[in-house]
């Protein structure tokens, strides 16, 4: 065997030697990797507020601090400190997910002429704007689901408020396991909505 190629055959050995582990690691930490389970939120379905069939409203993604702004569920422990809940997790960023029920909201009720959202090229006569300022498990003194989210309805062709309003929905969890604390947050969720639909039917 010539010197170059005996060279180049432990060259190759040397390569294998060191590939051969490094894929075993990859390989091991795919398969223990911790895995999430993934909750979405429900939007309700139909609505007591008037009909506005005449009317087309645009909703915008809802604002929210950093601490929502994200795909895990948050437990505020005190009025100072949060934590997140552990092997779970939103299926979206919550602004997205609470956009999106929103919507669905708003067509479940059948009472409106159209409802979209940013670049689906609807002719808009209102537009819903909203921010979450609370969407959380509080621990002390008996847990509970609380969600607040404070909305406008601005008029879309001269940019003034039509109507303001705060809507807050608190649920006692009546328990401890993930499941308990997404279902809990799921119902305060929805009856908020609810209200924020109503109200607005009302108020264009």
Same mark, same amino acid.
């Given at each position: ?40 939120? /429900?939007?309700? &379905? =139909? %609505?007591? @507020?008037?009909?506005?069939? +005449?009317?087309? #409203?645009?909703? *915008?993604?809802? $604002? ?44 479940? /009720?059948?009472? &409106? =002429? %159209?409802? @979209?959202?940013?670049?689906? +090229?609807?002719? #808009?006569?209102? *537009?819903?704007? $909203? ?44 328990? /401890? ?28």
């Amino acid at each position: 065997m010539a010197v170059s190629d005996l060279f180049l055959r432990r060259s190759w050995l040397l390569k294998s030697a060191i590939a051969m582990p490094l894929l075993a690691a990859v390989l091991s930490g795919c398969g223990t990797a911790a895995k999430n389970d993934t909750f979405d939120l /429900s939007a309700p &379905v =139909g %609505g007591s @507020g008037p009909l506005a069939k +005449g009317r087309q #409203i645009l909703v *915008q993604q809802p $604002t929210a601090l950093q601490a929502l702004n994200s795909e895990q569920i948050v437990i505020k422990v005190s009025s100072s400190e949060i934590q997140y809940l552990a092997k779970a997790q939103w299926s979206d960023k919550l602004p997205r997910m609470v956009q999106a029920k929103l919507v669905e909201a708003y067509e479940n /009720s059948g009472k &409106v =002429g %159209g409802v @979209g959202i940013p670049g689906q +090229g609807l002719a #808009i006569d209102y *537009q819903v704007v $909203t921010d979450i300022r609370a969407f959380e498990i509080r621990t002390g003194g008996g847990s509970q689901a609380v969600v607040e989210i404070s909305a406008k309805i601005l008029n879309d062709r001269n940019g003034s408020v039509r109507a303001q309003k705060v809507f807050t929905q608190s649920v006692p969890t009546g328990g /401890s396991s993930n499941e308990v604390f997404v279902k809990a947050l799921d119902r305060a969720f929805a009856g908020v909505t609810s209200e924020i639909v109503d109200w607005t039917l009302k108020s264009i």
